[in-house]
């Protein structure tokens, strides 16, 4: 072969491959950017979403255009279903505005950043003690300041609430490295090959079914999940002088919290915020580490922006305590199956206990007669009779497991 | 401005390659050299400008320098030209020395004397160690009466030809200088221009699929090391089995790069790697490793100690010396220097074994498959081994990495896998094996990548692939004559299917350029 055809040959493969790649990555879709249609058995399954709701959850929050909002971390992303037939009918569609990991002020810039482009008319703000429970240093100046991240570029507004400027040369630079990425075509391949029913996965909805969970059991155990998870807790809980808020009584969280009570009142959207769930082993390791006052401040603290700042038209929900849905036996080969009624591990309940949660919160009648209620409206109780008898309940288990 | 970048990929060198073809042809040859001289000190002070001086001061002291030691040469002033030889080699040595070790330095003075001394971080240049050890072999080549008389525009392009500028190959002179002056290499051609790319698709795709796509493995397990995590044995060995990959396959990507650009513009760089995983000793390994290095190595410093030139003993001694200098050419640190010496003292051992077999006339077990696959194994072991010391970051974090290679901390396999062994889990946990929760899919990977590598080092090399067609011969400093896997199949032509691999190899490779960011877990 000559030179010359050798180089037309060279650079016509160039731009076909080029473009046959990118098609690939398109059709495939695997970090849900472009809204390729999902075919059962090819790109249905898109596990390589896991580490990136960070990535797609804010252009697909505003391409699903939602009336309703599930707004937090991991927890309602594998516990609450925007699918569920425990949502008010007329709510509309519902998205997962969920990110495993982030920190508060993530998820509530998250939210400004959807609501500001979106009919939103409820909003379900699930919040997490973690979350809340932090190194605190000096009372801050500015308790909700600008931060610098990929996913900050991606949000259509500013922490003031000002308009992205750079927001769709971002959104280019994302989608096109969905598209001209090795990373996207790894990605795509192996979508390809783990299309089989318990894959990772995220709906279209940002939801997380958590189906992968059921492998992990089948295959290693209920046990490995839960060691896993209380190692980490335990980890996490071991690290001194972490506190819920500074000096000032204040913190980034409640000002995320505060911020998003008033912007639900400006829009007249439906707030509800609730503690999620955990498993009463979570109650234990807080206990034994000594942040159980923390968590109690953790929910006066909620208890006190939602009075001072929701003009009684906010409603805030406490699961985060001993009933008959938290406490159940630890897995072991004996009773894993109670366990997991209920929870995949001690810190993420199940879509089922979610839809109890629903219930409780919207007067739904979906769910299978109750054991007992699921969790407390806090704004219509004495918060430190409810706490106290909390702290009775924690005094009892633990006395229960010493003997 | 990095090879593997969209700035130097789709702006730099296309410009810089138009703009010297085209001076070249309506200007004239030493315009075009001019241009791309002032192209090759952007690409350098695109990382910091304010180091353009020092490259700039660098160059003129020594072109200064070596025309003054070869007229004094010329003119039969020995001891004079000595005498500017060794102002050269103080100012040379030098700047490398305030640089690159002059923290090192106090920071060791600080320990042993329990001192206080205090020097800000000095940041270390780009490639000060290349284009110093270039330009001390230049002088050192003139006091020999090697070096001719050249113009600064020459010697400036010898200095600074981006494509070797960064990280080599180390050139030399004589096989530098010389191109630069042949008008036929001023005139754009197709083939160079294809053979070119060709081989910087390979590099790149080298660098920034496999290395890359390998690091990710290596780099948690020795941060973990530096952490004090305790690593068992199969985690410990596949982070240093992971960096031995990364290592080679960046380090080759990258030579493989700088010599495909600089066939572009019609110049040949002398090859830096040969498989060097197929070594067979020690001594092949270093004649394969960083080949310029090796040569600059022995030429300048193995030599000049004296060689092999009085007696065993001061052989081995000087052998052990240079791989010392070696270490800590690498970088400034008591781990670098401790590889050297690894290396040196592998060395010592291979000749010493090799003196041995004479004598033992055991010559013959070269010729054993079985001797040669095990000749083949205690080179890679040892070369991994060392490796461990010259990617940890302290010595400390090295020897947490050789307690979980030699078993210190127990066998274990991930949890995940351990549960699918069936059968197999009883007889691994009589024979002590255990299971860790977490890491399985990256466990999987890592061993994956790491056997698909194994069997990817035993294919030919660039040059064998390469060299088998006329337009694209290639340069060696030393001659190797294995040709490894595959070798019939894989012979560069002009044809459909390699137009094909080529073009495939260099849209992954840019597609590798962009990583879609992953969020795990980063509280932010």
Known sequence: MSIKKYALIYGLSIIVITGLLASINYFIDPYLLYGSNRISGINDKKPATANRSALFKPYQAIAVKPTTLVVGNSRPEMGINPESSCWPNHYGTIYSLTFPGMSFYGQIRALFHAVSDSPVENI????????????????????????????????????????????????????????????????????????????????????????????????????????????????????????????????????????????????????????????????????????????????KGLMQVVKQYGQNKVALWDFALYSNYTVSPKPSKKEAKKFLRWFWEPAHYKAKLGEYLLSDMYQQSCVKKKLSPVGVKLNDIDIDRHLAKQRQLSAFMTLQIEQ | MLFNSYIFIFAFLPFTFLGYFFLAKHKSGETAISFLVLASLFFYGWWNPIYLLLILVSMAVNYGLGETIVRRRNSQKFKQAQGFLIYGLIFNLGLLAYFKYANFIVDNINSLFSSGFNLDEIILPLAISFFTFQQIAYLIDAYRGITKEFKFSHYALFVTFFPQLIAGPIVHHKEMLPQFMQMDNLKPKLENMIIGLTIF???????????????????????????????????????????????????????????????????????????????????????????????FLRDYVYISLGGNRKGDVRRFANLFATMLLGGLWHGAGWTFVFWGGLHGLYLVINHGWHYLQRKAKLEFLHQNLLWRVFSWFLTFFAIVNAWVFF??????????????????????????????????????????????IGGGSQFMFTYLWVSALLVAVLLPNTQQIMNSHPDAQLRS??????????????????????????????????????RVSEFLYFQF
């Open chain 2, 201 to 295: 698709s390979l590099g790149l795709f080298k660098k920034v699929v496999i290395a890359d796509g390998v690091a990710q493995y290596s780099t948690p397990v020795f941060d973990a090391a530096a952490a004090g995590e305790a690593l068992s044995f199969f985690i410990a060995w596949g982070g240093a089995l992971a960096y031995s990959f990364q290592l080679y396959f960046d380090f080759s990507g990258y030579s493989d790069m700088a010599i495909g650009i600089a066939k572009m513009f019609g110049i040949l760089l002398p090859l830096n790697f040969a498989s060097p995983y197929k070594s067979l000793s020690i001594i092949e390994f270093w004649r394969r490793w960083h080949m310029t290095l090796s040569r």
């Open chain 2, 391 to 436: 990617r940890a970051s302290s010595f400390t974090a090295a020897v947490v990495m050789m307690e979980g290679m030699y078993g210190f901390n127990g066998v274990a396999i991930p949890n995940a896998i351990f549960a699918r062994l069936g059968g197999l889990q009883t007889i691994l946990n009589q024979i002590g094996v255990t299971s860790f």
């Open chain 1, 124 to 299: 379900l703000l699930g919040v997490d003690f973690v979350d809340f429970l932090q190194l605190r240093e000096q009372p801050k100046k500015n308790y909700w300041p600008p931060r610098n991240s990929d996913f900050f570029d991606r949000l259509r507004v500013d922490e003031k609430s000002n308009s992205n400027s750079s927001y769709r040369y971002n959104q280019l630079k994302d989608f096109s490295a969905g598209l001209f990425s090795l990373t996207a075509l790894n990605d795509s391949v192996s979508t390809l090959l783990s299309q089989n029913v318990n894959s990772v996965n995220r709906t279209h909805l940002g939801f997380n079914p958590a189906r992968d969970y059921l492998d992990i059991i089948r295959h290693e155990g209920p046990r490995v999940l839960y060691r896993q998870k209380m190692n980490e807790l335990n980890k996490r809980f071991e690290q001194p002088g972490m506190s819920v808020y500074d000096a000032k009584l204040w913190s980034t969280e409640f000002e995320g919290l505060k911020r998003t009570i008033q912007l639900a009142l400006a829009q007249n959207i439906q707030l509800t915020i609730y503690i999620n769930p955990y498993h009463y082993s979570y109650f234990e390791a807080i206990e034994k580490s000594g942040y159980w006052p923390e968590f109690e401040a953790f929910k």
């Open chain 2, 477 to 514: 400093p030393y001659a190797l004559c294995d040709q490894g896997l595959l070798s019939g199949k894989l012979k560069f032509r002009y044809g459909v299917c390699w137009a094909m691999v080529s073009a495939c190899a260099l849209v992954i490779a840019v597609f590798g350029l962009t």
